[in-house]
């Protein structure tokens, strides 16, 4: 049997790959993220009891609560398909915010850039807000159909252009709302530290801690609110 020899191609920058810039820190750290929200889960529920007790009793509180903000976001007959999308993106956002604020990717050497949260990262905060205006569409169009696009033209054919730039802001207002906030938040418990590393930082990485919370939530409501108001016959 022929065994075919693998051709290495030299790259100058580790993270350039053709034309394509790869950040293998932002992998990293969302890999953490993402096998965090998984192990959490199949441990608590590795032995259900009838009355939940322990992490069980605590990942059953997070779903209900999740349920909870989808339902009164998109109302009762609509919000039972949509709560695994929102409940996703509250608890991906959710624990990569506190990833930053809780543990300390810098002290973790790269040879080309530094660890952070992944919501640290224009990319990630941009492709999270991306898929909530797909399923912002995606739940309007299979709702009401193509008559989902008379909206642009209410309740005047004159705020056309409005409307339509609407759709183009919420992204972006999504996306950089989370990342401003999660960048300024590491930034100033940075400079803090390198200042005053003891006692001082301590009360900004539990503002960092109480704010990554929040804006995971703006979020999730959000992205729910977006996506019940595409459902609805007008704005």
Do not use: C
């Amino acid at each position: 049997m022929q065994i075919e020899q693998l051709q290495i191609f030299e790259i100058d920058n580790p993270h350039q790959v053709s034309s394509v810039e790869v950040h293998a820190q932002v992998l990293i750290t969302s890999w953490v993220v993402i096998a965090l929200l998984i192990a959490l889960p199949v441990v608590a529920t590795r032995n259900l009891q009838t009355i939940p007790t322990g992490l069980q009793n605590f990942i059953e509180y997070v779903l209900e609560f999740i349920r909870d903000l989808t339902r009164t976001q998109m109302g009762e007959e609509e919000y039972r398909p949509w709560v695994p999308f929102i409940g996703t993106m509250f608890l991906s956002i959710f624990v990569s915010n506190w990833s930053g604020a809780l543990l300390p990717w810098r002290v973790i050497q790269l040879p080309h850039g530094e660890l952070a949260a992944p919501t640290n990262d224009i990319n990630t905060t941009v492709a999270l807000a991306l898929l909530t205006s797909v399923a912002y569409f995606y739940a309007g169009l299979h709702k009401r159909g193509f008559s989902y696009f008379g909206k642009y033209i209410q309740p005047t054919p004159v705020l056309l252009p409005i409307n339509i730039l609407e759709d183009f802001t919420k992204p972006l207002s999504l996306s950089f709302r989370l990342f401003g906030n999660i960048l300024a938040d590491e930034l100033v418990v940075a400079v803090l530290v390198s200042l005053v590393p003891l006692i001082v930082p301590v009360p900004m990485m539990l503002l960092g801690l109480f704010t990554s919370a929040i804006q995971a939530l703006i979020s999730a409501t959000l992205a729910a609110a977006y996506i019940g108001e595409s459902m609805e016959g007008h704005h």
